[in-house]
C-alpha cells in the first residue's frame, strides 16, 4: 500500500540553527515527492518537489531536499530557520505531478527565540 | 500562481441538514480535488475530478458526494451532515503542481 511516514510530529529548533525534517514514502511505482508548508489558518503552499534527475532540490524560503531511492526518503534540511518557519510541514507522494496526493500526518516546527 | 477559492470560509451546521462547499480555479486545471484534514490524519482525499461532468471516489468518500458542473468549478456536497464531518476541507486544483485554496472550517452541531 501506498504510503507516507513523518515521524516526528513535533521539532522544536532554536532560532538561527540547522534544520533537517523527516519523510519517509511506501510507494510502488515511480513517486514524485513534495513538500508542503501550511502556515496557521492557510492553505497549503508547494515547498519542495522531486520528479526525477539530481537527487538534490531547491525549493522556496531557503529549503533544499535530497531524494533518497534507496531509503525511500525525501529529508528536507534548511542552514538556518528564522521564527517566521513557524507552520506545520507535510510530506506527500503521488503518482505524477498532477495526481491524487497521498499525505504523511505532517511536523509541527516551533522555533524558540 | 494558480487560484483556487473555496467558500464558504466557514460553515455551521446542523445535524442532518445539507451542505454544499463551493471552489473554485482560474487557471484551466483539468484536476480536481477535495480534501479533509484533521489532527492526526493529515489531509485525507475525499473526491476528485478529472474535468467537467466527472467526478471519482477518493479513499474516505463515504457521507459526501461531488460534482463539477464546469471547468472551474468543484463542490462537495454533504446531504446528512454528522458531527463527524466537522473538519476543514481543503479544494485543491492540479496543473504542472497541486494548488490549494485556503480552506473551510466547517462545524456540524
Known amino acids: 500500500a501506498q504510503s507516507v511516514t513523518q515521524p516526528d510530529a513535533r521539532v522544536t529548533v532554536s532560532q538561527g540553527a540547522s534544520l533537517q525534517l523527516r519523510c519517509k514514502y511506501s510507494y510502488s511505482g515511480t513517486p514524485y515527492l513534495f513538500w508542503y508548508v501550511q502556515y496557521p489558518r492557510q492553505g497549503l503552499q508547494l515547498l519542495l518537489k522531486y520528479y526525477s534527475g539530481d537527487p538534490v532540490v531547491q525549493g522556496v524560503n531557503g529549503f533544499e531536499a535530497e531524494f533518497s531511492k534507496s531509503n525511500s526518503s525525501f529529508h528536507p534540511r534548511k542552514a538556518s530557520v528564522h521564527w517566521s518557519d513557524s507552520a506545520v510541514y507535510f510530506c506527500a507522494v503521488s503518482a505524477y505531478n498532477q495526481g491524487k496526493l497521498i499525505f504523511g500526518q505532517g511536523t509541527k516546527l516551533s522555533i524558540k527565540p | 500562481e494558480a487560484a483556487v477559492t473555496q467558500s464558504p470560509r466557514n460553515k455551521v451546521a446542523v445535524t442532518g441538514g445539507k451542505v454544499t462547499l463551493s471552489c473554485n480555479q482560474t487557471n484551466n486545471h483539468n484536476n480536481m480535488y477535495w480534501y479533509r484534514q484533521d489532527t492526526g490524519h493529515g489531509l485525507r482525499l475525499i473526491h476528485y475530478?478529472?474535468?467537467?461532468?466527472?467526478?471519482e471516489k477518493g479513499d474516505i468518500p463515504d457521507g459526501y458526494k461531488a460534482s463539477r458542473p464546469s471547468q472551474e468549478n468543484f463542490s462537495l456536497i454533504l446531504e446528512l451532515a454528522t458531527p463527524s464531518q466537522t473538519s476543514v476541507y481543503f479544494c485543491?486544483?492540479?496543473?504542472?503542481?497541486?494548488?490549494f485554496g485556503k480552506g473551510t472550517r466547517l462545524t456540524v452541531v
Open positions: 475530478s478529472y474535468g467537467a461532468g466527472s467526478t
Open positions: 485543491a486544483s492540479g496543473g504542472g503542481g497541486v494548488f
